[in-house]
């Protein structure tokens, strides 16, 4: 099927560290701390990280907003102990003082 | 998907996505996909592939979609949204590469014009199935001026922060659209009594990429779809619709949530409830039904679906920032979904005094307003103006944010910075 063979396309050209921007990471523009792969892995399959590092979130909210990506938007289960791992990521990097929003 | 069938509406909310590759695969294949090579790809082996740049991404794959787009600031790159500093908005009417985009799911493959067909059904006498050349030849074709506002516009600026695109101030435009009346559509397939709601389908895919799950799929009360100034349009700015915008078909529902205008447009379904598709219940596109403290909690049940969007105002020139004379002209555009604006206000000394701009009327009902005013300032230094519009009811723009769990309709005063030397 053509639509998900240049999806994958995309995924790979995302994902591969050699096609990353300059100033970006192999993980694009999340934040290089522990988790991030994690994170990235699981977030970046359907939408681009830059959606994740725009938010500002309380661990809880982070927590709820895991739960709907799977119950209302397709994502599969994270399973332990990777999800604590993700979301320990993004509560503390992603908080709710936005110390890594991205710069425009 | 196969367009000249009406699809059954899913609303469905779980199961696991269905893509070619299975989730476990798919994260699998995203930690290989450093070791992956282009050749397999592209179909192909690449001679050269030693020769190519560190960071080079091969034509064949390169999609970013901004083609005929200028200046936009991209939120998010999968699935594109991307908006427009407020000086790229200056133009009376807004140009196609300066429209912003904002997309839910994935683009369809295919956006060609010829073959796509706009299914009208539900709670309709007559069930239609119209070609874009159906609608051009069957009914009256207008081109209207007609404001698109992103209901999530200033949520940036929301504390404590809102989840979604961060949008600051440019999810807004006002293009010249062509198409035809939606209303005219309606009455040719005859509504029923008992509708009460349309529902709307596009034909992009969930970002899942479950076939069976829609990205978006929002509606409007009937009245709202009989009014003069809903199109169904295929143009915009005497040329097609941009795909990134929705081509080759849409809905342009001016001064509601620009999600009410879908893009790629391929079903109009009425219906005797309020639409229930995918963003239109839970919190989506709904704001409390009271007053709430800024990071309260608020019951799903509070919330209420979003209708037309609130009085607000943009300087489009000078940008923010800029050093200028002690005389600048100032000038911007005001909007108030469903109203018009009555007058625009600017301050130069911190909201202290006011001096009103000159307004233009509409160029039709449901177009944003141009104001301009030539502002004197008394010495050197810094400077802050702000706009403040008022609408035909009387209501003018707060301050302050009027803090909700979503960040929507955020129509606080534009401020820009300005400095004299």
Known sequence: MKRASVVIAALVVLANPAFAQDDEGPY??????????????????CHSEMLVAQQGLTRERWDKLLDWMVEEQGMWEIEEPERTVVLDYLATHY?????????? | MDRTTPQPLT???????????????????????????????????IPFQRNMPPGYVPVALAQDGLEGKDGLIVLNDRPMN?????????????????????????????????????????????????????????????????????????????????????????????????????????????????????????????????PDKLPISRGVPIDKAMTDNVLVAFGMNDGPLHPMNGAPLRLVVPGWPGSC???????????????????????????????????????????????????????????????????????GHAWSGDRTISRVDLSYDFGATWVEAELDAPVNEGAWQNWRHTVTLPQAGYYEVWAKATDSEGVAQPFGIDWNPKGYLNNSLHRVALTVS
């Open chain 2, 261 to 331: 205008s879908q893009k790629w447009l391929t079903r109009i379904w009425l219906r005797d409830v309020v639409h229930d598709g995918p963003k239109m219940t839970g919190t989506s596109y709904r704001v409390p039904n009271r007053p709430v403290a800024p990071g309260e909690e608020v019951d799903t049940a509070d919330f209420v679906i979003i209708e037309r969007m609130p009085v607000k105002s943009l300087i489009t020139s000078p940008e923010t920032g800029a050093a200028v004379g002690e005389t600048v002209e100032v000038r």
């Open chain 1, 28 to 45: 694009g523009v999340l934040v290089d701390a522990p988790g991030v792969e994690e994170t990235y892995v699981n977030c970046a399959g």
């Open chain 2, 11 to 45: 609303t469905d909310t779980a199961g696991e996505p269905s893509t070619e590759l299975p989730s476990a695969g798919r994260r699998d294949f995203l930690r290989f996909a450093g070791a992956a090579g282009f050749g397999a790809l592209i179909g192909t082996a």
């Open chain 2, 82 to 210: 991307a908006e427009l500093p407020p000086h790229l908005l200056d133009d009376p009417i807004t140009p196609t590469d300066r429209l912003f985009i904002r997309n839910n799911g994935i683009l369809p493959d295919d956006m060609s014009a010829e073959g796509w067909t706009l299914t009208v059904d539900g709670l309709v006498d007559t069930p239609l199935e119209l070609s874009i050349d159906d609608l051009r030849s069957g009914f009256e074709v207008v081109s209207m001026a007609l404001t698109l506002e992103c209901g999530g516009n200033g949520r940036a600026f929301f504390d404590p922060p809102a989840s979604g695109n961060q949008w600051t101030y440019g999810a807004v435009g006002c293009p010249m659209w062509t198409g035809v009346r939606l209303r005219d559509v309606l009455e040719r397939a005859g509504v029923k009594p008992e509708a009460i709601y349309t529902a709307h389908v596009g034909a992009d895919m969930h970002l899942s990429g479950d």
């Open chain 1, 95 to 104: 908080n709710t003082d936005r110390p890594n929003f991205p710069r425009r």
